[in-house]
């Protein structure tokens, strides 16, 4: 891992309780007497809804725009993305880094979210923030991300599903980081995007209404 790698800490992180959960077996062999007992991370969805209801946005990679890309699904995310920046620590100094989330709608929580049918629109292509959610990996260690969740603490929880859930919440990490790196290409994705919508758009008007938009335009360039 790189410097810039191991030094970049998302500042929620750092807000959050850690929780160590540095080896899975630890979980599954009793403590020693004389080391204080470690704290068990158990999560099953309840199904309820509320993080997904709540979120105030949702942190994707480029990993996760590019799994949309190729599933097609991405002019159904598209119209919910947006850039925004966040403190955080890189090689040791704080600063704002720029990440891609998916914004809460208006009335609050994920615009992907289906309340009526308590579904997730992209349920099979959901980000992989949201796979490992609420565990989090800051770089050095995991965290919960939100400890009000329902889920925490519901029932057991196997070694396989830890450490399945342990590898998105790293995974997620290191796709987050990668971004930052692929920042440039990821806006060429965007305005890609952006022009192949525009081009549709305009596919799909009149002729009546072009020449309108184009006398607009022109009209509009001639003023600056
Ligand atoms: S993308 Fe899906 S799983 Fe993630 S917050 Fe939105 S609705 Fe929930």
Redesign the pocket.
Known sequence: MSDEKSDLKQEEGKKEETIAIEEEEAELTPPAEEKPPKKKYVFNCTKCGQ??EK?EY?PVSFDDIRKWTQSGIINTVFPNLKMQTFPAQVQGEMREVISIV?AASDDGG?P??DKENKL????HS??LE?LAFPLGFNGNQYFIKDKTVPGIGNGTMTKEQLINDRDNARKDFEARVETQTLLPFTYTLFMQNLIEQQQKIRDEMSEEKKKQLDDLLQAESKEE
Do not use: A, E
């Open positions: 993080c997904c979120r949702i998916i994920c992907l979210y997730c629109n992209i349920y959901m980000p949201c």
